[in-house]
Nanobody, 125 residues
Framework: QLQLVESGGGLVQPGGSLRLSCAAS????????IAWFRQAPGKEREGVSS????????YYADSVKGRFTISRDNAKNTVYLEMNSLKAEDTAVYYC??????????????????WGQGTQVTVSS
């Protein structure tokens, strides 16, 4: 059974950094596009970043460009989201999602079939 487990969330001060991990089991990540989404209280879930099955192409929301970096380690069946220069508005539950092959739109929730349970990121002083 396909499973995604996020980890690495926590409380960090503005300007700080966190690295989130999305570990997959039950399938081989090589053939999947993996994306990170986030959802703040009272807001819709939004796409943050994605990395295609080939691993060579990445996408970022404008709000995180230059601050977040997505990467994958297929040997470990894990995708990472390195988050730097964090801001209060980055506070949300972060989810990873998987789609075999490539979704029609890299950062749209409806393109992904499988989701993790989420990890909380709180940016506050």
């Amino acid at each position: 059974q396909l499973q995604l487990v996020e980890s690495g969330g926590g409380l960090v001060q503005p300007g700080g950094s966190l690295r989130l991990s999305c570990a997959a089991s039950g399938f081989t990540m090589n053939y999947y596009t993996i994306a990170w989404f986030r959802q703040a209280p009272g807001k819709e879930r939004e796409g943050v970043s994605s990395i295609l099955d080939s691993g060579g192409t990445t996408y970022y929301a404008d709000s995180v460009k230059g601050r977040f970096t997505i990467s994958r380690d297929n040997a470990k069946n894990t995708v990472y989201l390195e988050m730097n220069s964090l801001k209060a508005e980055d506070t949300a539950v972060y989810y990873c999602a998987a789609k075999r092959g490539r979704p029609p739109r890299a950062l749209q929730t409806w393109g992904y079939n499988d989701w993790g349970q989420g990890t909380q990121v709180t940016v506050s002083s």
